[in-house]
Each structure stands twice: as structure tokens, then as C-alpha cells.
């Protein structure tokens, strides 16, 4: 079993359940098992700005899946939940990516674990500190709480305990 760590976001429709839709997909892949899942943080957009907040969360979940067929079934859950491609940096009604797939440093084409830029964004080091701050960055040989305290990230990330509260409720209908 790997342990996983997986950045949901949402900033188009209904945020809480795109991401609620994400967590309950990712529960029914057989022998996968959610650990955790982080508080909702409410962020400002990377890149193109002049967008809707995001809502993030973490989460983390074991599995024996290898990392490219994980991979390929969290592109097929996005397009399951209504995920329509538009530009880079972009809107999305869902979007997961992988951060972490155990110790594992892979610069592939088509998958790159750690995810490159998840050390420089609060959005995601924030919930992961939350749920797993001993956690160690396989490349950066620090872990993630100690990611969070230098990282240079001046964009706006608030926990939003009512947020969390809605994605709660939702998973548990």
C-alpha cells in the first residue's frame, strides 16, 4: 500500500460538491482507503486572477494501485464530475492532483510526483500540514510543515470552517 496524498480544488458551481463528488468516488476505487481528509481552504487563484475563489482540501488515502493507473483514474473521476478543460491555469469544476505517491521521485511526461510546484503554494502545503505536517517531501528531503514555514507564497489561503462543515455533511448523505 502507497500512502497518497492528493490537492482537490474547485472554483466553478457548486464548490463543496465537486469536491465532495471527488471524495466519494476516490472512496468507492476497491482496496483504496481514505486516512484523511483536510479542513476546506478558501484561496485566491494561481495565475489567472481575474477568476472565482478556489476551495481546497487534501487528501490523503492508501492504496496498491501503481501510480500511472492511479493517475489515469483520477483524470477519468474529473471527467465523471463535469470537468471541462479550458486554458491552463483556468477555471475547474474539479481538479485533483496527485502531490505525493509514497517516496516515490518520478519526472515523467505525463506524471511528475511530487507534484513540481505544490512546495510553492500555501493552498496546498496548508491542508497538508493539517493532516500529516511530519509527512517528508521525497525531493526536498524537509517535511511539510517545515515546506510551510519558508514558503514564499503571499496569496490569501483561509480555512473556511463553514465550508468544511458543508463538505462533511455532504459526504456523510
Known amino acids: 500500500m502507497e500512502n497518497v496524498f492528493l490537492g482537490i480544488g474547485s472554483n466553478v458551481g457548486d464548490r463543496v460538491q465537486f469536491l465532495a463528488g471527488a471524495v466519494r468516488k476516490i472512496r468507492e476505487i ?31 488515502i492508501q492504496t496498491p494501485m501503481a501510480l500511472t493507473v492511479f493517475h489515469s483514474r483520477m483524470k477519468m473521476i474529473e471527467k465523471e464530475i463535469g470537468r471541462v478543460e479550458r486554458f491552463r491555469w483556468g477555471p475547474r469544476e474539479i481538479d485533483i492532483d496527485v502531490l505525493m505517491y509514497g517516496d516515490h521521485v518520478i519526472n ?20 497538508f500540514a493539517e493532516i500529516s505536517p511530519e509527512t517528508i517531501h521525497p525531493s526536498e ?17 483561509d480555512v ?3 465550508m468544511t462543515r458543508s463538505l462533511s455533511i455532504t459526504l456523510q448523505e
Open 141 to 157: 528531503h524537509k517535511t511539510i510543515k517545515e515546506l510551510l514555514a519558508v514558503c514564499n507564497d503571499t496569496n490569501a489561503v
Open 108 to 127: 515523467g511526461s505525463a506524471i511528475v510526483v511530487p507534484h513540481k510546484e505544490m512546495v510553492n503554494r500555501k493552498f496546498v502545503l496548508k491542508p
Open 30 to 60: 476497491p482496496e483504496t482507503r481514505i486516512v484523511k481528509v483536510s479542513s476546506v481552504y478558501e484561496t485566491e487563484p494561481v495565475g489567472v486572477k481575474s477568476q472565482d475563489a478556489f476551495l481546497n482540501a487534501v487528501v490523503w
Open 160 to 162: 473556511s470552517a463553514e
